[in-house]
């Protein structure tokens, strides 16, 4: 079945360490891809997002993601979290075949919730 | 400042009534969303709408409704239908998509949890 993976409920990082979490998607075609960050009790914030071209994709708050077509991967990263990094994240595609109807859904995955300790 | 807004953030329902959720966006866009989240469930469609006068169910639609009767609103009913209500629930919307390789960002408001009692 055609779906997007994000296999860690929780993540526990201390901060000033690099943080990467994972997202798998299993579509035909590369989907357009996303990254949203939800705070408690709030909305989604676009981090970053792939569409094509360079594989590395830069986003706010000093994220970064890389998409590997080999791997079905758009993997979300930083370097250095910070304490208000904690939220729930969730990688979403629109899959391709739904860019020729007048409408684009977002498929999300489960979300990864990040924790940080002192 | 341009956004959406969404009213009331706290929603408590006794079972067997219907409930409105406001969804209201100054963004002037056309398209307008309602999604579902509930605990490790991610995000899924309920209603959407591309345009004024115009909307298509989504993913879970049984036990809700919607109307689009303004460009800026987009309310959200839950009926006494739906059986098992308790969620938080999100609206975002987007402007409309230009060509087929385009995808324009939707803007999520901040969200109201709905608690049937």
């Known amino acids: 079945a055609q779906s997007v993976t994000q296999p860690d409920i929780h993540i526990t990082v201390s901060e000033g360490a690099s943080l990467e979490l994972r997202c798998n998607y299993s579509y035909g075609a590369t989907p357009y891809l996303f990254w949203y960050v939800q705070s408690p009790g709030q909305g989604l914030q676009l981090l970053l997002k792939?569409?094509?071209?360079?594989?590395l994709v830069q986003g706010i708050k000093g994220f970064e993601a890389e998409f590997k077509r080999s791997q079905s991967s758009f993997n979300l990263r930083k370097p250095s979290v910070h304490w208000s990094d904690a939220a729930e994240y969730f990688c979403?595609?629109?899959?391709?075949?739904?860019?020729?109807?007048?409408?684009?859904?977002?498929?999300f995955g489960t979300g990864t919730r990040l924790l940080v300790s002192p | 400042d341009g956004g959406i807004t969404q009213s009331p953030k706290y929603l408590f329902r006794k079972e067997g009534q219907n409930v409105t959720l406001s969804c209201e966006q100054n963004?002037?866009?056309?398209?307008m969303y309602w999604y579902r989240q509930d605990p490790g469930q991610g995000l899924r469609l309920i209603y959407y709408s591309q345009i004024v006068n115009d909307f298509q169910k989504g993913d879970i639609a049984e036990g809700y409704s919607v109307s689009r009767e303004k460009k800026e609103s987009f309310p959200l009913t839950v009926t006494s239908a739906q059986k098992n209500p308790t969620a938080f629930y999100l609206c975002?919307?987007?402007?409309?998509?230009?060509?087929?390789?385009?995808?324009?960002?939707?803007?999520f408001g901040p969200g109201t949890r709905l608690t049937v009692l």
């Open positions: 963004l002037n866009h056309d398209a």
């Open positions: 792939y569409f094509s071209g360079d594989t």
């Open positions: 979403a595609v629109v899959p391709l075949r739904n860019m020729n109807t007048g409408f684009q859904k977002l498929v």
């Open positions: 975002a919307s987007s402007t409309p998509r230009g060509d087929y390789a385009t995808y324009n960002e939707q803007f």
